[in-house]
T-cell receptor, first 109, second 112 residues
């Protein structure tokens, strides 16, 4: 069963623009992770943020976590056509990791 | 070696067949997972192995049977599947259950 819900479901932007995706979840978590999936392939781990962290950066990625609102956001700056993919948040509690519905990002050259 | 290798990449099987999916990692990860993903949907957890012991079975039908022969290998045995079981089957591993996962590229299964 899903834990996180992402919005928007789909996002289309021009190359060079920033892309922001949001994730909301329902139960308490140990950490929240973001993954990327190119069409029909395996998922690639992007970034993990622990429940006691508020913000994390990795290259062009910036993730924020607000545990009081049970929400997270993923910002991709200076997007490239190669960033076109589906992006999933995944929340981890004491049991295991569950994925949100995902955001389909299209970056037009 | 920083990969999770899944074989085969594609599999077509009849409803009366028996087949197995294989997953292998040599990163020393002690947790391994099977996920099922239907088109345009998120991955759904099926099984979790921790230190070669099955720790979570998400009410998966018995026609799916996992096996963890050693810390590097994870199999998923398939028997008497239904067409609705057609999906992308993803294997993942992590150093422990608290860490980020490394996914394989999946097996695209079609049941005819």
């Amino acid at each position: 069963s899903q834990q996180g819900e992402e919005d928007p479901q789909a996002l289309s932007i021009q190359e060079g623009e920033n892309a922001t995706m949001n994730c909301s979840y329902k139960t308490s978590i140990n950490n929240l992770q973001w993954y990327r999936q190119n069409s029909g392939r395996g998922l690639v781990h992007l970034i993990l943020i622990r429940s006691n962290e508020r913000e994390k950066h990795s290259g062009r990625l910036r993730v924020t976590l607000d545990t009081s609102k049970k929400s997270s956001s993923l910002l991709i700056t200076a997007s490239r056509a190669a960033d076109t993919a589906s992006y999933f948040c995944a929340t981890r509690n004491n049991n295991d990791m569950r994925f949100g519905a995902g955001t389909r990002l299209t970056v037009k050259p | 070696d920083t990969e999770v290798t899944q074989t085969p990449k594609h599999l077509v099987m009849g409803m009366t067949n028996k087949k197995s999916l294989k997953c292998e990692q040599h990163m020393g990860h002690r947790a391994m997972y099977w996920y099922k993903q239907k088109a345009k949907k998120p991955p759904e957890l099926m099984f979790v192995y921790s230190y070669e012991k099955l720790s979570i079975n998400e009410s998966v039908p018995s026609r799916f049977s996992p096996e963890c022969p050693n810390s590097s290998l994870l199999n998923l045995h398939l028997h008497a599947l239904q067409p609705e079981d057609s999906a992308l089957y993803l294997c993942a591993s992590s150093p422990s259950r608290a860490d980020g996962y490394t996914f394989g590229s999946g097996t695209r299964l079609t049941v005819v």
